[in-house]
């Protein structure tokens, strides 16, 4: 089972920046996308945005121009740069690894407990 831990959230003020880390272990593979997911109180998870292993990139619209995810293939470790920080981004942020299935071993789709960020206004 791999364990999916992330850090780095927070109080800030609007505008400000924070730069949150992940570390995914227990893998023996590589793991194939690892992103990062937001939920604000009342609202349903949505998608920040992910890597693949290869370097592919998606971002939600409303954060474009202003995070920035990167990643450590080798360490399994995926990290977001979000400046320009605004109240709306207050939210619990989750780290998500997945690894995908294959002929010598199943897939998995893995989340990490959380770390709230908070924007002030």
């Known amino acids: 089972q791999v364990q999916v831990v992330e850090s780095g959230g927070g109080l800030v003020q609007a505008g400000g920046s924070l730069r949150l880390s992940c570390v995914a272990s227990g893998s023996r593979f590589a793991i194939n996308v690892m992103g990062w997911y937001r939920q604000a109180t009342g609202k349903q998870r949505e998608l920040v945005a992910d890597?693949?292993?290869?370097?592919?990139?998606n971002y939600a619209d409303s954060v474009k121009g202003r995070f920035a995810i990167s990643r450590d293939n080798a360490k399994n470790s995926v990290y977001l740069q979000m400046n320009s920080l605004k109240p709306e981004g207050t939210a619990v942020y989750y780290c998500?690894?997945?690894?995908?299935?294959?002929?010598?071993?199943?897939?998995?789709?893995?989340w990490g407990q959380g770390t709230q960020v908070t924007v002030s206004s």
């Open positions: 890597m693949t292993s290869g370097g592919i990139t």
């Open positions: 998500n690894a997945v690894l995908r299935g294959g002929a010598y071993r199943p897939g998995g789709d893995y």
